[in-house]
């Protein structure tokens, strides 16, 4: 076998929905090392498969490297640096739905990043497909296959079926043959972050090593985040002593969490930077815009995230981690949303929120997240941060103070608020004076009963609810 031929690095882009998570499912059931350990126990965004002991390529006793890349186009970000870690990369293309914009966008990403790739036609178990038609349009993007001019080989699966799955895996160890990708474990480390992360064993990084080898006390950094490494575990969790060329790893020791697409370096200073736990501030919003505070489990997911907001969500805070009290805080102050994507949102926090009238939304799919988001901004952003019900009124000089009692979220003085009766709206109005027994207050909360005289002097009546809305 060649000297230091390594696993090669393989990423699957393509269009959402044309089957890439499925294609990558069905490789790893159909990998023999995993079945033999029982299946990926955790996702360290990047998982080593081994081929069939028959495999004839000089490749095969090396295994491929996979990393998981997630499909929606706010991954994007990543996405683009997944090519750029990756040495081979797989297109995948459904037989029944063709070239699509995303097809367009990661053929342009592969031809950036210079790298070799194979078109996987998915799906072919659909009486729908149209494996020629597809070959077509992508031959219009300028794809030029094999036996047609060019060297791209094209390989028909059904993930569903678990068919053409083993070709894939050949014709990945061929094209890593013909290209000798290699890594020398003695060698300068080179590896890359593809994703990273803080959680309870503190702050870790995943990553792919393309050169050299990581071990356990090394020390190393990633641009400029320092890290000592403390453990080590592969992509089955497993904890391990050391990690070569061509295997994908979790490194925990990092000082700070280091960004996505980081290059990693065995040149070990400890010097600070890496992606910043807050997210720029900004003060002044716009007519139509929305505040939102982020929360993402993993600077990776929060980076994707703000690279692809919508123009009129202003992200005013968050950043890596679980929701915190600070963060509702905040949101009340500037009336913003709380948006978590894969975070967790403590039971005491989530009290807060409802206490201070802030809303928290958690997310575990991106798509699902921009959905409310643009929800959000089509409605115009009434949202309802408080009520009080009328419960009584009494005459103060010649106005009327009306006696009310929050029953969800809180009334602030300076809110606009909304007069109802039943789903009538009465009219707009703004408090001048709020008290709670003799003394002004500023706010009131759930539960809590006050007296205010609003302007303009609307004839309110008992049952009436004022209703605080967000503008
Ligand atoms: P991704 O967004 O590219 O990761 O796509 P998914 O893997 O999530 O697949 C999208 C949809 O296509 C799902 O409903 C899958 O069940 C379906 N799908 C994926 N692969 C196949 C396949 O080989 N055959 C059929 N019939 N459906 C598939």
């Given at each position: 076998m060649e000297k230091n031929i390594r696993a090669p690095i393989v990423t699957v882009l393509g269009h959402?929905?044309?089957?890439k998570t499925s294609l990558l499912d069905a490789i790893r059931k159909t990998n023999v090392a995993t079945k033999e350990v029982g299946g990926i126990t955790q996702s360290i965004g990047a998982s080593k498969i081994e081929l069939q002991k028959d495999s004839f390529t000089s490749a095969a006793g090396k295994g491929i490297t996979f990393i998981d890349t997630p499909g929606h186009a706010a991954f994007s970000k990543m996405r683009g640096r997944g090519a750029e870690v990756a040495d081979i990369a797989v297109l995948v293309v459904a037989a029944d739905d063709g070239v699509k914009p995303q097809t367009k966008e990661a053929l342009e990403l592969i031809k950036e990043a210079k790298i070799p790739f194979i078109v996987a036609i998915t799906k072919t178990d659909l009486p729908s497909k149209n494996i020629e038609g597809a070959r077509g349009q992508l031959e219009k993007e300028g794809v030029l296959f094999e036996g047609r001019g060019g060297d791209t080989p094209v390989v028909s699966v059904s993930a569903k079926e678990e068919k053409g799955i083993k070709e894939l895996l050949e014709t990945i160890a061929v094209v890593a043959e013909v290209h000798e990708i290699k890594g020398d474990p003695g060698g300068d480390l080179e590896a890359v972050v593809i994703e990273s992360s803080k959680d309870k064993r503190g702050t870790f990084a995943n990553m792919v090593v393309r050169n050299g080898t990581l071990r356990i006390g090394n020390l190393i950094q990633a641009e400029n985040v320092g890290c000592k490494i403390r453990a080590i575990f592969d992509s089955r969790g497993v904890s391990v002593k050391e990690v070569l060329p061509g295997e994908p790893a979790q490194i925990l020791g990092f000082e700070e969490i280091p960004p996505v697409g980081a290059k990693v370096t065995n040149k070990g200073s400890l010097a600070g930077g890496g992606v910043k736990n807050e997210v720029q501030k900004v003060d002044k919003l716009s007519e139509g815009q929305i505040a939102v505070i982020l929360k993402a489990r993993s600077g990776g997911s929060l980076e994707a995230l703000v690279a692809s907001l919508p123009p009129n969500i202003v992200v005013i805070g968050g950043g890596v981690g679980d929701v915190n009290e600070s963060d509702v805080l905040s949101a009340k102050a500037s009336n913003a949303w709380i948006f978590a994507f894969e975070s967790n949102v403590p039971a005491g926090v989530l009290k807060l929120a409802k206490m201070e009238g802030v809303h928290i939304e958690r997310f575990e799919i991106i798509y699902e997240l921009f959905q409310r988001l643009e929800e959000l901004l089509k409605k115009g952003q009434?949202?309802?941060?408080g009520k009080a019900q009328v419960i009584t009124s009494f005459p103060f000089n010649n106005k009327k103070i009306a006696g009310c009692k929050v029953t969800s979220g809180r009334i602030v003085k300076t809110d606009n608020l909304i007069l109802a009766r039943g789903e009538k709206e009465i009219g707009k109005v703004k408090a001048i004076s709020m008290k709670k027994q003799k003394t002004e207050i500023t706010e009131a909360k759930g539960g809590e009963e006050f007296g205010i005289i609003f302007e303009p002097q609307l004839d309110f009546e008992v049952g009436d609810v004022l209703i605080s809305v967000r503008k």
């Open positions: 959402v929905d044309h089957g009434v949202e309802v941060l």
